[in-house]
């Protein structure tokens, strides 16, 4: 080493650091930062100083006044005092800014650093800030979802392979706030999609006839029970109060053909009721009247067998009667049969002279006449029409008749 290099290690450091005392190295003067220019300070700044600064800010603002280094003790006691008054002032403010009110039909769900703590019922309560937050839930409110507003979510497929356009809405509210905040990011989302799934899987398993027409309640009751089932396994916090169908029917490409089986059922139907009428119209019509036949055909049995057993006895007793007098019972019965027969014909008696002769008798004219009287003219006629001869040939061999009619 030489010796400038020697000399130049003894040379005092013109230029000193900020913090060092002296400094008059250069002839610039005392360059510490805190703007501290006494030269006999040995260290770092003094902090009652830098409180003072501050205390005299914070009193000026409240209308006091600031003094120097020169106020002493007593500036330092009201330094300390307006420094109290300001934290007073800022507790009360933090204190105040805890306080929150939960309206009826809500609760509040308090969360401690981010995580839950704790579920504040209706009513003032009060958290302390910036170390506890507060979520409030409406879980009174009863809200609602439209599904089959585009065709991409009307459209299902049923059992039979056939497509349906349903549309329905389900009406749901919060069940559990601490679920609804922490389980599920998008808990209406969420909801949406388990609706949807939850309809095309009932769907999935039921003829189109039956989701269109008879199964419209049972489709959305069975809607409603998967997807409380389903969200009960999500743990989101909804409850399903309502799950209702406002509209089912075939797709718009084929509802005109589907109009025309429907009306061809619709037919149908009311041809089966109306043949079910008639048949409850003349079915008891039509036993009663065979009722009524069985009872007259019974009683025209009971006459014809009454009168059959009245025959007999009577013919028995005649019978009887025949034994004792065969004679007399003969001509009666003669007697009884003619008077039986001529009581119930028309009767002409013709008055025909020099003769006792049985003559031809124009019976089609007479039974043409109205009533059983002849008048003048009718004899005169019938009198014309007469033979004028007489067969005796004939009247002997009526009479041989007659009497063999009487001998048997």
Do not use: C
């Not at 306080?99 to 039909?105: L, N, Q, S, T």
């Not at 905040?181 to 209406?188: A, G, H, L, S, T």
């Not at 057993?309 to 003669?334: D, M, Q, S, W």
């Amino acid at each position: 080493m030489s010796n400038e290099d020697i000399s130049k290690l003894n040379k005092p450091n013109q230029e000193m650091a900020w913090n060092e005392p002296g400094g008059s190295g250069n002839g610039s003067g005392n360059k510490d930062p805190w703007g501290n220019k006494n030269k006999n300070q040995d260290g770092p700044p003094d902090l009652d100083e830098v409180f003072k600064k501050l205390n005299d800010k914070v009193t000026s603002l409240f209308g006091g006044k600031g003094g120097g280094r020169s106020g002493g003790r007593g500036s330092a006691a009201g330094g300390g005092k307006g420094l109290s008054f300001v934290a007073v002032i800022l507790l009360v403010l933090w204190v105040l800014s805890g306080i929150y009110i939960i309206d009826e039909g809500r609760e509040g769900v308090v969360l401690r650093f981010g995580a839950f703590d704790r579920i504040t019922e209706p009513g003032p309560h009060w958290y302390p800030r910036f170390i506890e937050t507060v979520e409030i839930v409406d879980v009174e409110q009863v809200r609602s979802i439209n599904i089959g507003a585009t065709s991409f979510e009307s459209l299902m497929l049923t059992k039979d392979e056939n497509i349906v356009d349903i549309q329905f809405a389900v009406q749901y509210k919060v069940g559990n706030s601490k679920d609804y905040i922490f389980n599920v990011r998008d808990p209406d989302t969420t909801l949406r999609q388990v609706t949807e799934t939850a309809m095309r899987e009932v769907v999935g398993k039921n003829n189109m006839d039956f989701v269109i027409k008879d199964g419209r309640v049972q489709v959305a009751t069975s809607t409603k029970d998967l997807m409380t089932e389903i969200l009960d396994s999500y743990k989101t916090g909804l409850v399903v109060t309502n799950v209702n169908m406002q509209n089912a029917q075939p797709p718009e490409q084929v509802q005109h053909a589907f109009s025309d089986a429907v009306k061809a059922r619709e037919d149908k139907v009311r041809l089966e009721n109306e043949a079910e009428a008639y048949f409850n119209d003349i079915i008891p019509k039509a036993r009663g009247k065979a009722a009524r036949m069985e009872q007259e055909a019974a009683a025209y049995r009971d006459q014809i067998i009454a009168k059959a057993n009245g025959e007999t006895e009577r013919f028995l007793k005649v019978l009887t009667e025949y034994k004792r007098a065969p004679i007399v019972t003969r001509e009666r019965l003669y007697l009884e049969a003619m008077e039986s027969v001529l009581g119930n014909s028309n009767k002409v008696m013709v008055d025909v002279k020099k003769g006792n002769n049985l003559m031809y008798l124009p019976l089609d004219r007479l039974q043409s006449r109205q009533g059983s009287s002849l008048s003048v003219q009718d004899l005169e006629e019938l009198k014309q029409s007469l033979p004028s001869t007489t067969n005796s040939n004939n009247t002997s061999r009526t009479r041989d008749n007659l009497r063999g009619r009487e001998g048997r």
